[in-house]
């Protein structure tokens, strides 16, 4: 098939290195450089990246305008694919392939519709989750689906991780479901279950309360981990933490801490919550690199007396 691509982040690349094996990508369609590292250097998209080096047309559009609708029709494309591009597809541009437009979605739909359905099914504690492959219509994530994937939440597993793992689910279920619309067996069905939502996350969702029990403080580390990323305050201060894990059992067995009391570790932190205590191993300050969370509380004024989240 005659395909135009449209995505952005890391987690599309795998669909469009899978595409472009079999069929004719005739431009793939992706956010402009973005400012990138303390420099703050123009950095091609990971998409641009992957389409450069597979020697593919790029078209790079902040939004999908009248610009964008007419340099994608003169493609005359049969079908469109879109992975995390960043933006919305609609009219003209929506009916503008002969067979429209397919989107690979990293959720058991119509369960977590939106911008972060991983993250926001790691915090809610889901257990299950998966890919779907639904044609584009211009409700939110609301179409007919082709085809979904399930998959287990892998133990301790991060944001990131669970999405790198989807990503290459994804790909083979995206490539299955264009071959079969190529052939003509292609169906789609209309989603059946309760609908969630699952709008982009903000700096504020990364806020760690300690006062909740430790399942549901680990559940949203994992989901907002790396970005925007989990953090606590200590003494007014923002403190990122970048690596925690469910206390063993003889932390958990050790006397017990109040929510967001600290004790010092091996190399890390205990800290308390409103049921068993987290081990914090690595953390960032506000305007300080990395560091191991015990390296950090070493050096930290009147630390006997201190709590996450004050």
């Excluded at 990293?106 to 299950?128: C, H, K, N, Y």
């Excluded at 939502?197 to 989901?223: C, F, H, I, M, N």
């Excluded at 003889?250 to 006397?255: E, I, K, S, V």
């Amino acid at each position: 098939m005659r395909l135009v691509f449209a995505g952005t982040p890391a987690v599309a690349v795998p669909t469009l290195r899978a595409l472009a094996v079999g069929h004719d990508v005739a431009a793939v369609v992706t956010r402009p450089d973005a400012p990138l590292g303390r420099k703050r250097v123009l950095t091609p998209s990971p998409v641009a990246q992957a389409a450069d080096e597979l020697g593919l047309p790029v078209i790079k559009a902040a939004r999908l305008d009248d610009d964008a609708t007419a340099r994608i029709a003169a493609l005359r494309p049969d079908l469109g694919v879109i992975v995390a591009y960043g933006g919305l597809v609609r009219e003209p541009l929506l009916s503008t392939p002969t067979n429209g437009w397919i989107n690979l979605h990293f959720s058991l739909l119509p369960r977590w519709r939106g911008a972060a359905p991983v993250q926001r099914a790691l915090i809610a504690g889901d257990e299950r989750i998966g890919v779907s492959v639904f044609q584009l219509v211009p409700e939110l994530d609301a179409g007919d689906l082709f085809a979904t994937r399930e998959v287990r939440v892998p133990a301790d597993a991060t944001a990131d991780a669970v999405l790198h793992l989807l990503a290459d689910d994804g790909a083979h279920l995206t490539r299955d479901v264009v071959a079969g619309i190529a052939q003509g067996t292609a169906t789609a069905r209309p989603q059946v279950g309760d609908v969630t939502v699952a709008p982009k996350l903000s700096l504020e969702d990364g806020l760690l309360d300690w006062t909740q029990p430790a399942d549901a403080v680990y559940a949203r580390y994992r989901g907002v981990t790396p970005e925007p990323g989990a953090h606590t305050t200590v003494a007014g201060h923002r403190v990122k933490i970048l690596a925690a894990a469910r206390a063993d059992d003889g932390d958990a067995g050790a006397a017990p801490l109040a929510p967001g009391e600290i004790r010092a570790g091996k190399g890390e932190l205990l800290v308390g919550t409103g049921s068993d205590p987290l081990r914090v191993q690595r953390v960032q300050p506000a305007g300080r690199a990395a560091m191991n969370a015990g390296d950090w509380w070493r050096g930290v004024r009147d630390a006997e007396t201190l709590r996450a989240g004050s």
